[in-house]
Every structure is written in structure tokens, then in C-alpha cells.
């Protein structure tokens, strides 16, 4: 089995980087820096998403090409302009 197979599987089981670094016989930020490398990301303790941030992404983007101003959306949406405009940016991602 590879590295990259064994970070996989590693990973994939919900293992911290702790683990990882275990399973591998490395300290755990090379093993960090080594999954990342490979594309990897722990799913330790992950938050699942929010069902309502996809509703607020169709409002604000909605209103916005309706013509509406940004304070407006977030006024709409309960939310703070900047917080908007990251949502946002973090849906195009």
C-alpha cells in the first residue's frame, strides 16, 4: 500500500493528523503537511454544512441581480455585509 493510499484510508476513517503521524511512524505536522500536500484534509470533528446557507446564497444572489444593494441583502438576510459578500466568495470556491 502506498503513502498516499494509507493517508487515504487513514483519513477517510475520521483519523486526526495525530493518528496519521502514528500510523506512518512520523511526527504529526510532517504527516499534516504530507496529506495536505497530497490533496488530503482530516474530517476530524468537521461541521457539517448549514442546510440554510444554500436559501441564503440563492436570496443574496437573487436580489443582487435584481439590482439591490449589499447592505440591503444582509438586512434581508440577517447577516452583516461582509458576511455576506464571503458567503459568497466561499460558494463560487
Known amino acids: ?7 487515504d484510508a ?3 476513517a475520521g483519523a486526526t493528523y495525530r493518528r496519521l503521524g502514528e500510523a506512518l511512524g512520523i511526527n504529526p505536522g510532517a504527516a499534516r503537511m504530507r496529506a495536505r500536500r ?5 474530517s476530524h470533528r ?3 454544512r448549514d442546510p440554510e446557507t444554500a436559501h441564503r446564497i440563492q436570496v443574496a444572489r437573487r436580489m ?5 444593494e449589499l447592505e440591503d441583502v444582509a438586512a434581508r438576510l440577517g447577516m452583516k455585509a461582509p458576511a455576506v459578500r ?5 460558494s463560487r470556491a
Open 64 to 68: 443582487l441581480a435584481e439590482g439591490c
Open 86 to 90: 464571503a458567503m459568497l466568495r466561499r
Open 10 to 12: 487513514t483519513l477517510a
Open 46 to 48: 468537521r461541521r457539517p
Open 38 to 42: 497530497a490533496g488530503l484534509r482530516s
Open 1 to 7: 500500500m502506498s503513502w498516499r493510499d494509507t493517508m
